[in-house]
């Protein structure tokens, strides 16, 4: 159990058990792990382990409402590079694309992005397999986000909505952490009004992206390193394309490769790099026209492309339909 396999489990948590007047090396002897675990740098456990360390400070705590108490004591200098991260983000939608790229670094869990005239909607599922999570884990993700964004704008965001798999037990605190009343359904989610998603980070700083950055693609390779290269393309492409950032260089430089290697081993997967943009495209278009009210130049914007009329053409060639008929046909559907 040892180099980059597996979830960080840092120093950070120190800090945050003792505030939570709780001893690290009793949670970590409890939850059977190495007692010097956090004693060592840049140290990783498995999902079973990450779940039986969450399990026993929860169980440790002895207070149903622990992870609003870790969440309200969470503070900048306790941040992961991945977190701070995002800390560092514009704005909230894209530290949430930030995080949803980086999550598997620091949880054993999978988030999704959904950002439109409607709003942001994050959506997050544990990896499947795994031991079941505690209500500890989906009570500091739902409200995490939270946090994030009021510390990013110093502002008292909210959410429009909150759900989890399971209800707290002491789902007043919760509630009254978030401010919205939370629902139980079949995943974890929460949503944001499109006015709090581009509400501007005070805390943005480009500089400080610019360090963490290459680090942080390092550590999701080596952590993916099972992945294909067609699949960590299309995950880079999800990140980069509102941007219009969907060169084979550009992309290959985040993932630490030539563009010449990316392209071999595309191939060798029986792809190639223009395929895998294709795809990553249509699929998007077909969320976007299924799942939002964008605008079809809208989504143009958001899949890349400098004038709608391309779009127009492209998904044409695509489906052999126009934008608008594929929404129309969704809908129905």
Known sequence: MAGNYGYAVDQGWKGMLAELGLRHDVVLRSAGLPEDLLNRPDMRVRPDQFVRFCTAVEELAGDPAVAVR??????????????????????????????????????????????????????YRWLEGMLAPPALM????ALFVVKLARMGTRHHVC????????????????????????????????????????RPFLTANNAMWDIFEPELRRRLADLQGSATFQERTRAVLLEAMPSGQVSVEGVAKRLAVS???????????????????????????????????????????????????????????????????????????
């Open 70 to 123: 870790i969440v309200d004591l969470m503070s900048a200098e306790w941040f992961s590079p991945p977190l701070f991260a995002a800390l560092c983000s514009p704005d909230l939608t894209v530290a949430a694309g930030r995080l949803a790229c980086f999550k598997p670094l620091i949880a054993p869990l999978k988030l999704q992005v959904d950002a439109g005239s409607d709003g942001l909607v994050l959506t």
């Open 159 to 198: 959410p429009v909505s909150m759900t989890v798999p399971v209800l707290p037990d002491a789902v007043e605190a919760f509630e009254a952490f978030a401010g919205v009343s939370m629902t139980q359904g079949d995943t974890l989610s929460v949503s944001f009004s499109d006015a709090d998603a581009q």
């Open 259 to 333: 563009a010449r290697t990316l392209q071999r081993r595309l191939r060798e997967e029986g792809t190639s790099f223009k395929e895998v943009v294709r795809s990553t495209r249509e699929s998007l278009a077909r969320h976007y026209l299924g799942r939002t009210r964008l605008t079809a130049s809208e989504i143009a914007y958001l899949l890349g492309f400098e004038e709608p009329s391309s779009f127009f053409r492209a998904f044409h060639d695509w489906t052999g339909k126009t934008p608008e008929t594929v929404r129309q046909a969704l809908a129905q559907r």
């Open 138 to 141: 989906h009570g500091v993700e």
